[in-house]
């Protein structure tokens, strides 16, 4: 399967805990993207990368939070201090050219 | 500022019915994209189609059709002949043509598509 992965498909942790979750996007596409669904919503957008450079941050992406993408190949966000409001879903999406975003199947945080 | 409404939270249908799932959206941009995606219950966007705001025709993909119309901002998604796979949540978004910034997806909120055998 060459689609976008996620790891861990599922976390549980423990409020203040720090957690730290990894997207492989499909393979050459240069562009990447974290968004957050909660219950009920649409999903929100966090931040955006190209290649390595991370070029866009949303206002919800608060100082607890931060992602990067070292090689310009996988990414990961951290959310340090966790909070039972950071309780969703987190999807990443990669893209070979502008608007043709792949998702992949999230990792679902459940902050206790 | 970008906005997409999807005013039907949920809509039960019995299957072979037709639906029609309405996306209005708000932009001040002139070029910009719209798109359709479904989530299933294993909760992975599916990416079913996209329409840049140049290109008004309508189009259809099997059962399913899309209606853009540009005076009144709306992206109109319809299903013919429903099935029980149907079942899902389907989301609306649209897309700015960014200068220098990405081409994030602002989705609306869904709408719940059920559909009973």
């Known amino acids: 399967d060459t689609g976008v992965s996620q790891n861990p498909r599922h976390k549980i942790t423990k409020r203040g805990q720090n957690v730290t979750f990894r997207c492989d996007p499909i393979?050459?596409?240069?562009?990447l993207y974290w968004y957050r669904q909660t219950l009920g919503q649409g999903p929100e957008f966090l931040t955006y990368?190209?290649?390595?450079?991370?070029?866009?941050k949303s206002r919800l992406l608060s100082d607890r939070f931060s992602a990067e993408r070292p090689k310009g190949s996988f990414s990961t966000l951290e959310i340090q201090r966790t909070e039972q409001g950071d309780s969703a879903m987190y999807l990443c999406a990669s893209s070979p050219i502008p608007y043709e975003q792949y998702f992949g199947p999230g990792t679902r945080l459940t902050v206790t | 500022a970008q906005k997409v409404t999807q005013a039907q939270t949920e809509i039960s249908v019995v299957e072979k019915e037709d639906v029609t799932l309405d996306c209005v959206y708000e932009t001040r941009d002139t070029t910009y994209y719209l798109f359709w995606y479904k989530q299933p219950p294993s909760g992975e966007l599916v990416f079913l189609i996209r329409r840049n705001s140049f290109d008004e025709q309508n189009e259809i993909s099997g059962r399913y059709s899309w209606n853009f119309q540009k005076s009144t901002s709306s992206f109109n998604f319809t299903i013919t002949a429903s099935q029980v796979v149907d079942s899902a949540v389907y989301f609306c978004?649209?897309?700015?043509?960014?200068?220098?910034?990405?081409?994030?997806?602002?989705f609306g909120k869904g709408t719940k598509l059920t559909v009973n055998p």
């Open positions: 990368f190209q290649n390595e450079a991370q070029l866009e």
């Open positions: 978004a649209l897309s700015e043509a960014p200068q220098g910034g990405s081409e994030k997806l602002v």
């Open positions: 393979s050459e596409h240069n562009r």
